[in-house]
């Protein structure tokens, strides 16, 4: 599975945006791009998943480069509950099997 | 609330003791993930069922296996444990085998002595 890259750790003020960013120039032309967090003591939890296009839903936006080399999630206005580790995964689209494999994450810290 | 429930919360055995963890998906949901997380080696696929076929591995290993019954409910067997398989395990479900969202569960801590 290809690799993602994403910076061990971030911050941001509250109800600022945040973008956070994740490189994974080995992916193919199959792969899409999910991200996950997972909260203090909490299981992760699905954010947002896309090939090609950018993609918004009502957590938050995901801005895919041209050359799909890299990606970034965008919170528009931290809140205190979005800090977590945010997790990039790149899930080959296979018939028969949804594993993902997460890396180490960003971990957000939003200060208030 | 993901809707995803495992059992139990917290579980404390010794080395060389084999322990069952279950899980009950969303309803509706078809495909049943186990994960472990560590703190040295992060969090880690280990199996994936489908509508109780096995679809994927990861890294599981020889002692640890698993199934899906009938109501679609899993459960996860760790036999001869040893200090290193102490960690949080996780359940996760998605409607189809193929899904693109997984919903977690809260996970189980398991703690060997």
């Known amino acids: 599975d290809a690799k993602t890259t994403q910076p061990n750790s971030m911050e941001s003020n509250e109800e600022e945006p945040v973008h956070l960013p994740c490189n994974h120039s080995?992916?193919?032309?199959?792969?899409?791009i999910h991200w996950y967090r997972q909260l203090p003591s909490q299981g992760p939890e699905y954010v947002i998943h896309g090939l090609t296009s950018n993609v918004n839903n009502r957590m938050a936006s995901l801005a895919i480069a041209e050359d799909r080399k890299s990606s970034t999630l965008i919170l528009h206005r931290a809140t205190l509950r979005d800090a977590a580790v945010y997790y990039c995964?790149?899930?080959?689209?296979?018939?028969?099997?949804?594993?993902?494999?997460f890396g180490t994450g960003t971990r957000l810290t939003v200060i208030p | 609330d993901s809707g995803v429930t495992q059992t139990p919360k917290h579980l404390i055995t010794a080395t060389g003791q084999r322990v069952t963890l279950r899980c009950s998906p969303r309803?509706?949901?078809?495909?049943v993930y186990w994960y472990q997380q560590s703190l040295d080696q992060g969090l880690q696929f280990l199996i994936q069922y489908y509508n109780g076929e096995e679809r994927a591995k990861g890294n599981i290993l020889e002692r640890f296996s698993a199934q899906q019954f009938p109501d679609l409910h899993s459960e996860l067997n760790l036999s001869s444990l040893e200090l290193g398989d102490s960690a949080l395990y996780f359940c996760a479900s998605s409607r189809q085998v193929a899904g693109y969202e997984q919903y977690f569960g809260p996970g189980t801590r398991l703690t060997v002595t």
């Open positions: 309803s509706g949901d078809l495909s």
């Open positions: 080995t992916i193919s032309g199959t792969d899409y």
């Open positions: 995964i790149l899930r080959r689209d296979q018939t028969g099997a949804n594993n993902l494999f």
